[in-house]
């Protein structure tokens, strides 16, 4: 089965940076994109990054570029989100998702076609 462990939420001040982890089994490494999602209380849930393992390709929310960064260790199975410069409006669950390689098409990638969840950790910024 594969599983998704999504941890490294917390409560930041505005301005200061915290790093999601999200740890990846049962898939087979190269055959899959992974994406992080965030939602925030009374919003719909939006995509935030997205990292394609087929040709390490990445993709940013306007809202988060030049502050997130998307990455990947493939010996830990393990994608990261680095988030720098956190303010209010970030504050909200995060989820991390993989997809069928051959299903992933960026940022126009259907929430639904995303076929594996993890179970979100609460990124809380303070202001």
């Known amino acids: 089965d594969v599983q998704l462990q999504a941890c490294g939420g917390g409560l930041v001040q505005a301005g200061g940076s915290l790093r999601l982890s999200c740890v990846v089994s049962?898939?087979?490494?190269?055959?899959?994109?992974i994406a992080w999602f965030r939602q925030a209380p009374g919003k719909e849930r939006e995509e935030v990054s997205l990292?394609?393992?087929?040709?390490?390709?990445?993709y940013y929310g306007d809202s988060v570029k030049g502050r997130f960064t998307i990455s990947s260790d493939d010996d830990k199975h393990t994608v990261y989100l680095q988030m720098n410069n956190l303010q209010s409006e970030d504050t909200a669950i995060y989820y991390c998702?993989?997809?069928?390689?051959?299903?992933?098409?960026?940022?126009?990638?259907?929430?639904?076609?995303?076929?594996?969840w993890g179970q979100g950790t609460l990124v809380t910024v303070s202001s």
């Open positions: 990292f394609s393992r087929r040709d390490h390709s990445t």
């Open positions: 049962g898939y087979s490494f190269d055959d899959y994109a």
């Open positions: 998702a993989t997809i069928d390689a051959n299903l992933f098409s960026g940022m126009e990638t259907p929430q639904y076609e995303y076929d594996y």
